[in-house]
């Protein structure tokens, strides 16, 4: 025996033993049977195979809920290099990017057909987290302003538009993030090399009173696809230009998880999350949105607005100019995830 009671087991225990290994007995044969159904008994899937499925999108362990992208199937051909290897700056990684070991100025010789999706698979593109968009045609304003080094391909922007992937290639050649141009004083000023200076150096979403006190129309319409009724508007009648993680995420550049090393972008709360956030705005007179469709997004936590813009006394207006922007800024975290 490989284990060992020194005193006789209570009937009441040994019946209760047995009644688990009756069920697991039983599961296990429901499976089998269920394989046997689904593979058509010759152990041939008689289904697609699937990719296995990402972790649920939803908070506190519901069921189900909106799943999150599937994790690239990361292939590459050297046996050390791995998702969170650098293969830039060395010189000894040309063959995970190219068929033939290229020369400048002459043909770069790359792998799945010059598809960057593929090529820069290490980094993570999707546009709800990446900084900026690809494959996207400039407008024709944009296109004049751009410098004539800032390749497009096929009139498209794609990561070698802005990156130097050539330096990227030399031991020697270490510059941060190879942007062209570079070094430059600060990311900014990178991005006026495309974009008008005028229209964006001095524009603040969040400066939405004026020195008298009176609220920018100019600026709500930054978000809204209207000035919306700040002293009677509940945020089922407010209208916004898009996608609201997307709309902070012109500006505010947040990658990985977040916040709490947990992502709770797009999460769809459980039952119990939702009780619990139900009593946190009773409790302190807040208001914790989520989106059109249910979901945790960035306004959930945090009040883009100025403080003035809604009236205090209304429970969407706290937290609104507090220190990052949380709707209870001392205790959000604590409450809504009773530690």
Same mark, same amino acid.
């Given at each position: 025996?490989?284990?060992?009671?020194?005193?006789?087991?209570?009937?009441?225990?040994?019946?209760?033993?047995?009644?688990?290994?009756?069920?697991? =007995?039983?599961?296990?044969?429901?499976?089998?049977?269920?394989?046997?159904?689904?593979?058509?008994? /010759?152990?041939?899937?008689?289904?697609?195979?699937?990719?296995?499925?990402?972790?649920?999108?939803?908070? /506190?362990?519901?069921?189900?809920?909106?799943?999150?992208?599937?994790?690239?199937?990361?292939?590459?051909?050297?046996?050390?290099?791995?998702?969170?290897?650098?293969?830039?700056?060395?010189?000894?990684?040309?063959?995970?990017? %190219?068929?033939?070991?290229?020369?400048?100025?002459?043909?770069?010789?790359?792998?799945?057909?010059?598809?960057?999706?593929?090529?820069?698979?290490?980094?993570?593109?999707?546009?709800?987290? @990446?900084?900026?968009?690809?494959?996207?045609?400039?407008?024709?304003?944009?296109?004049?302003?751009?410098?004539?080094?800032?390749?497009? +391909?096929?009139?498209?922007?794609?990561?070698?538009?802005?990156?130097?992937? @050539?330096?990227? #290639?030399?031991?020697?050649?270490?510059?941060?993030?190879? *942007?062209?141009?570079?070094? @430059?004083?600060?990311?900014?000023?990178?991005? @006026?090399?495309?974009?008008?200076?005028?229209?964006?150096?001095?524009?603040?979403?969040?400066?939405?009173?004026?020195?008298?006190?009176?609220?920018?129309?100019? =600026? #709500?319409?930054?978000?809204?696809?209207?000035?919306?009724?700040?002293? %009677?508007?509940?945020?089922? /009648?407010?209208?916004?230009?898009?996608?609201? +993680?997307?709309?902070?995420?012109?500006?505010?550049?947040?990658?990985?998880? %977040?916040?709490?090393?947990?992502?709770?972008?797009?999460?769809?709360?459980?039952?119990?999350? *939702?009780?619990?956030?139900?009593?946190?705005?009773?409790?302190?007179?807040?208001?914790?949105?989520?989106?059109?469709?249910?979901?945790?997004?960035?306004?959930?936590?945090?009040?883009?607005?100025?403080?003035?813009?809604?009236?205090?006394?209304?429970?969407?207006?706290?937290?609104?100019?507090?220190? %990052?922007?949380?709707? =209870?800024?001392?205790?959000?975290?604590?409450?809504?995830?009773?530690?």
């Amino acid at each position: 025996m490989l284990f060992r009671n020194h005193y006789p087991m209570p009937r009441q225990r040994v019946m209760k033993v047995k009644l688990a290994v009756a069920i697991i =007995t039983v599961s296990c044969l429901v499976l089998v049977a269920c394989r046997i159904v689904e593979t058509g008994g /010759d152990g041939e899937s008689s289904v697609p195979a699937l990719v296995p499925a990402p972790a649920s999108g939803v908070a /506190d362990g519901a069921a189900d809920g909106p799943a999150k992208p599937p994790v690239p199937d990361f292939s590459f051909e050297n046996p050390d290099v791995t998702a969170s290897t650098n293969i830039h700056y060395t010189g000894k990684y040309c063959n995970e990017c %190219h068929e033939i070991t290229p020369v400048e100025g002459q043909d770069s010789y790359l792998m799945f057909d010059g598809d960057y999706k593929r090529l820069c698979r290490c980094h993570d593109l999707s546009p709800r987290i @990446y900084i900026h968009p690809f494959d996207i045609t400039p407008a024709p304003e944009k296109k004049k302003r751009m410098p004539a080094d800032f390749p497009l +391909e096929n009139g498209q922007v794609t990561c070698l538009t802005c990156h130097n992937i @050539y330096w990227q #290639c030399q031991k020697r050649l270490f510059n941060r993030n190879s *942007l062209r141009g570079a070094p @430059y004083p600060n990311r900014t000023e990178f991005c @006026y090399k495309c974009h008008a200076r005028e229209k964006y150096e001095k524009l603040d979403p969040h400066q939405q009173i004026n020195d008298d006190g009176e609220i920018i129309i100019e =600026t #709500c319409l930054i978000c809204h696809t209207e000035k919306p009724d700040e002293k %009677h508007a509940t945020f089922k /009648d407010v209208r916004f230009l898009g996608d609201i +993680e997307m709309m902070c995420r012109r500006c505010h550049h947040i990658a990985g998880n %977040h916040s709490g090393n947990a992502d709770h972008m797009g999460i769809l709360p459980s039952s119990h999350g *939702l009780q619990r956030i139900e009593a946190m705005e009773e409790k302190y007179n807040i208001r914790l949105p989520l989106d059109e469709n249910g979901k945790m997004t960035c306004i959930t936590c945090h009040n883009p607005h100025a403080r003035g813009v809604i009236p205090a006394d209304r429970p969407a207006a706290k937290g609104a100019g507090s220190k %990052h922007r949380h709707r =209870t800024p001392e205790n959000l975290c604590k409450e809504c995830h009773q530690m």
